[in-house]
């Protein structure tokens, strides 16, 4: 604990040093008010203020939530202003003198127009800034990337502010894992391997907007410790017809051919669109492993164990969006969504292992090829309606949801035993049969109500139930006979039903607001792993469990004046074992690698604290302290295993409780205008981990502090040329048992519009200098070990996209849809490692 305090004392500071205060008076100040044609203001319009004579950006704020803005601090001269806003066109003013005569300028109101007035405002690199900080989350905005170019969600998420993904495809924010990925605001339903895998196939083409939420308020599910990030795909929300299509390459050492198209079609009172796409992502995988074995009471090294794993995958991948939306009036909206995807992959995989004695001289050697070829398909369908009862803030809304996982798994091991000249000694054939079935059914509603005096009212409910069934069936093969291998075929049943409400309160007093929430949670759940008809189903074999968990959220902040605001936020959040990891069997990965799952994984909960302050809308500075209880993670367990004479050890790798963790950390953001043409958005994170308990009889006590950095630049030139220069860096970690090496990545890229801005050509490179390898090193029990991991990370990418048809005015603005959002999350589905 004392060196948390001395770190966060030492944040503080940090912080307390950002709030200086200018040492000159203002000079003079512009003013206005932004508001749509409905004349309604626009909160957090981003303001800024060029010089005139040379157009290098002078200072940059926005607007309360009543639309309102004042930018002081101006010498002598002349200036004109821009307005920008999601969703609404640019304005660009006239110029603006600021005199002795005349030191305060109220430009009136400024109306901004909405994107889908004009098709060039559909898509045009530039239009958003990278990164829009809004008061509850970031939002990255995909297209203002040219780096997104042919690059994948992966890829994306990867430089995102604040965000990491380890070897495994878990992801942390802040220094923290925990996450809950949405997709349009739906969990994922995956493991974090398969989440990767899907995330990698996924083209950045099909997404709008990354959201990042580190602290949720409670009309979100109180899943993930650490956060929300929430991919929204692309819904064109244009009247008429209009679309746009993308076509994609990208070369790593292996090709990834892929494209995508967006069709939407508004008339009268009906909505339709579509977004599908295909991707055929083919890669590789190196991983080398070293682990030592030492004598549980000499601490004499007693063996060695070095493996050599060549992978090579090929995951084509097709995705369907597919809906309509019907205006019954200018009050009420109802939607019918159809999304799914299918993703087929292809893996092989060859292993060289060498059990060594201490000295390192070879007792023996196994060969392990191996074949694994998977199918997932998803389905889902929601049905939503809106209706809003006034033009104050009074709506109704309503998701219903039914999402569908059907995996198959097909595997195929063989391992060939050999002496230490390589000649084979003895051959085992062991096949995998392993198809899963995820059924889940969800509905929420939501009300909202703004009174007269500033208070606005949420409410809402959900409920969701899931069904999880999962087949292993493994065969060893001898003589070419398939004979059921009885230890680790099983059969394993889940049910779970989640029910919840929640009140939240939102007050605007003066230059104060606050935001309370209270959200309830009822969890039941049991589980049935069933074994075979070979072997004894024991007790534990089932299990069944009901609690209730109360989850309070609160905001405040506070506008001390038109350029500084501090803010506070403190939310309790839990975190559900992920279905697959519940079943208590082992499933095999090599002769040496086993997975289990662990029926006593309890959930883990937290505790988040955050304060912040914004200087001039552009400077960010953020505190951050959480503390986990019951704290889950990958674990590592040694199991001795007899081959040749010799003995070496398995590592069974299940998810454990390991007691707690806490997490402090100190960040900031700034978004900086060098030029007029040079946009800058810089992020880092200063963070300390510590995980402290017990774990297979020994006392884990494993600290660590981490800085990362993220740098994003973005370049607009004349005639429509566009460029980026990008990267990242994270120095050691700790993830759990594991320490994680430094890395980092470094990208660029180069667009240019074409046919009057109808078309864009967009070239980058990913991973320019082959920067973003996994290594690492483990102690446990009485294993030491280390690994390295490589894949088909450097890519060079060429990306063309073409928009077409004619927008009509007056596009109505949809909301996000559907519930199943907590759920969806914790599925394991395929994809690429």
Same mark, same amino acid.
């Given at each position: 604990m004392r060196k948390i305090y001395n770190f966060l004392a030492i944040c503080l500071f940090t912080i307390s040093s950002s709030f200086s205060a200018e040492g000159q008076a203002s000079k003079g100040e512009i003013s206005g008010n932004v508001s749509d044609k409905q004349n309604r203001g626009i909160g957090f319009a981003t303001i800024s203020i060029f010089n005139a004579k040379d157009s290098i950006a002078f200072k940059t704020s926005a607007s309360d939530r009543q639309g309102r803005f004042a930018i002081n601090g101006l010498n002598e001269g002349q200036y004109y202003l821009e307005a920008s806003s999601v969703g609404y066109k640019k304005y660009v003013s006239a110029i603006i003198k600021i005199s002795l005569v005349q030191p305060s300028v109220n430009i009136g109101k400024i109306m901004l127009e909405s994107q889908t007035t004009e098709l060039k405002s559909i898509e045009v690199v530039g239009q958003k800034p990278f990164m829009e900080q809004k008061a509850d989350r970031t939002v990255i905005n995909v297209d203002a990337s040219p780096a997104s170019a042919g690059a994948s969600a992966m890829d994306l998420l990867e430089k995102s502010p604040g965000v990491t993904v380890d070897k495994d495809g878990n992801i942390s924010l802040k220094g923290k894992q925990g996450v809950m990925l949405m997709i349009d605001d739906k969990p994922t339903y995956m493991t974090a391997a398969q989440l990767a895998g899907y995330l990698k196939s996924l083209p950045a083409s099909a997404i709008e907007v990354f959201e990042i939420m580190a602290n949720p308020s409670s009309k979100y599910d109180a899943a993930g410790n650490s956060g929300i990030i929430n991919i929204k795909t692309k819904k064109n929300k244009a009247k008429g017809f209009n679309g746009s299509l993308t076509l994609t390459h990208a070369q790593g050492v292996y090709p990834k051919p892929g494209g995508s198209v967006n069709l939407n079609v508004r008339t009268g009172k009906f909505n339709f669109f579509l977004n599908g796409g295909y991707t055929q992502w083919e890669g590789y995988q190196d991983l080398d492993i070293t682990r030592q074995y030492f004598q549980q009471d000499s601490k004499h090294l007693s063996s060695i164990f070095v493996q050599h794993t060549n992978m090579k995958f090929k995951n084509p991948e097709a995705n369907l969006k597919i809906g309509a939306d019907y205006f019954f009036s200018a009050k009420t909206t109802i939607g019918l969504a159809l999304k799914g995807f299918k993703n087929n992959e292809n893996d092989k995989s060859y292993s060289y292992i060498n059990l060594e004695g201490p000295n390192g001289s070879i007792n023996s050697k196994l060969y392990s090829p191996s074949t694994n070829n998977s199918l997932w398909k998803n389905g889902a369908v929601n049905f939503n309606i809106r209706h809003q009862f006034d033009s104050t803030g009074t709506e109704l809304t309503a998701d219903a949801d039914y999402i569908k996982y059907r995996s198959e798994s097909s595997q195929y091991f063989t391992n060939i035993g050999q002496d230490v000249f390589g000649n084979p000694i003895d051959t085992s054939i062991l096949k995998g049969d392993l198809p899963s079935n995820i059924d889940i059914y969800s509905f929420k509603s939501d009300f909202s109500h703004s009174f007269k005096n500033k208070i606005k009212f949420e409410a809402g409910i959900k409920t969701s139930h899931v069904t999880t069934d999962n087949i292993a069936g493994y065969y060893n093969v001898v003589n070419h006979v398939d004979e059921t291998d009885t230890g680790?075929?099983?059969?394993?049943?889940?049910? *779970?039903?989640? +029910?919840?409400?929640?009140? /939240? %309160?939102?007050?605007?007093?003066? +230059?104060? #607001?606050?935001?309370? !929430? %209270?959200?309830? *949670?009822?969890?039941?759940?049991?589980?049935?792993?069933? &074994?075979? #008809?070979?072997?004894?189903?024991?007790?534990?074999?089932?299990?069944?469990? /009901?609690?209730?968990?109360?989850?309070?959220? %609160?905001?405040? /902040?506070?506008?001390? +004046? *038109?350029?500084?605001?501090? #803010?506070?936020?403190? !939310?309790r959040r839990i975190d559900r074992p992920a279905y697959e990891d519940l079943n208590p069997f082992m499933f095999f990965l090599d002769q040496y690698t086993y997975q289990a799952g662990n029926p006593y994984l309890r959930p883990q909960y937290t505790h988040n604290i955050e304060l912040s302050h914004t200087y001039n809308n552009f400077f960010t500075t953020t505190i951050n302290y959480s503390i986990t209880k019951n704290f889950f993670t990958e674990t590592f367990e040694q199991a001795p295993v007899v081959k040749q004479g010799d003995t070496a050890y398995a590592t069974i790798v299940r998810n454990g409780n390991i007691g707690q963790r806490q997490n402090a950390g100190v960040s900031v953001s700034a978004q900086l205008h060098v030029k007029k043409w040079w946009t800058a958005v810089v992020y880092a994170n200063m963070n300390y981990n510590q995980f402290k308990g017990p774990l297979y009889g020994e006392d884990i006590n494993v600290s660590s502090a981490t800085f990362m950095a993220n740098l994003n630049n973005q370049f607009r030139f004349a005639k429509g040329w566009g460029g980026e220069i990008s990267g990242w860096y994270r120095t050691r970690g700790v993830e759990g048992q594991i320490i994680i090496e430094p890395m980092g990545q470094a990208a660029a890229s180069i667009s240019k519009q074409l046919l009057k801005d109808?078309?864009? %050509?967009?070239? /980058?490179?990913?991973?320019?200098?082959?920067?973003?390898?996994?290594? &690492?090193?483990?102690?446990?029990?009485?294993?030491?070990a280390t690994f390295h991991n490589a894949r088909d990370s450097r890519q060079v990418s060429l990306t063309f996209v073409y928009r077409f048809g004619k927008p009509i005015k007056g596009a109505q603005p949809q909301r996000n849809t559907g519930g199943a959002n907590d759920e969806q999350s914790r599925v394991k589905s395929g994809g690429n490692n």
């Open positions: 680790k075929t099983n059969r394993f049943v889940y049910h *779970e039903n989640i +029910n919840a409400a929640y009140i /939240s %309160l939102n007050r605007q007093i003066k +230059n104060f #607001s606050i935001q309370a !929430g %209270l959200r309830m *949670e009822n969890t039941n759940y049991s589980g049935h792993q069933f &074994g075979n #008809s070979f072997t004894v189903i024991s007790k534990d074999s089932s299990f069944k469990k /009901s609690y209730i968990n109360i989850f309070p959220t %609160l905001y405040a /902040s506070y506008q001390a +004046n *038109e350029k500084n605001i501090f #803010s506070i936020n403190y !939310g109808k078309a864009s %050509l967009k070239m /980058s490179v990913r991973d320019m200098f082959y920067t973003q390898q996994v290594k &690492g090193y483990i102690n446990f029990q009485q294993t030491a």
